[in-house]
């Protein structure tokens, strides 16, 4: 299909109006974006699913384009008044309490690693993991199991594994120093990277 095509369909099966082949030359090239409601009549237009013509959600209005759900639909099942939510979706800050945070994981269907990331739970999960790994990780079982509501032995072998992997590279770096207290630069940049650690150990939830 030419952009003119697709402008053509988007205008008269879609009501996207004001939607021109320019605009769709101007999205194939990169060069600009579309809205939402023009993301969802191009993918009317071409026969396909938003999140098929999209890359990896990372924002919360993002997840909820992807899984072709209106914001009408989340502010419902949510327990939230539509312009409360759209100011979320706005700011990109989920506010939500704990309840409306399950239900909006379910709404949007949300694996535990998204989930982490929409409602602002990835610091503390990160703060979560960094103890784990310098102290005792069975210590932080529960609480990491409840952040992300996920079973507690799912997590021991992985758990486990990023504890050693963090105590051979301190002991390396000691190593190194010839016994003298050191950088410890690939511990540090280990821990900096912690969240991105723990879930290449769910490549399901990824």
């Known amino acids: 299909m030419a952009p003119g095509h697709v402008a053509y369909g988007m205008r008269v099966s879609f009501g996207a109006a004001h939607v021109t082949p320019q605009h769709v030359e101007a999205w194939e090239r990169g060069v600009a974006l579309p809205s939402a409601g023009e993301l969802a009549a191009l993918a009317g237009a071409l026969w396909c699913h938003p999140r098929e013509l999209m890359g990896r959600p990372r924002t919360l209005r993002e997840h909820r384009i992807a899984r072709g759900v209106a914001a009408e639909d989340v502010a419902r099942e949510t327990g939230l008044s539509l312009h409360a939510y759209v100011r979320m979706e706005e700011a990109d800050q989920w506010t939500g309490d704990g309840r409306q945070s399950e239900k909006l994981g379910r709404v949007l269907r949300l694996p535990p690693r998204d989930f982490v990331a929409v409602t602002g739970l990835e610091g503390e999960l990160a703060r979560l993991l960094t103890e784990a790994v310098t102290t005792r990780w069975q210590a932080h079982v529960r609480a990491i199991a409840k952040l992300l509501s996920m079973e507690r032995k ?12 963090y105590q051979v590279l301190m002991a390396a770096t000691l190593s190194r120093a010839g016994g003298t207290t050191a950088s410890g630069e690939d511990g540090r940049r280990y821990l900096e990277e912690i969240v991105d650690h723990f879930w290449a150990r769910f490549p399901e939830q990824s």
């Not at 799912?154 to 992997?165: D, I, K, T, V, Y």
């Open 154 to 165: 799912r997590l021991h072998a992985p758990l486990s594994a990023m504890c050693q992997e």
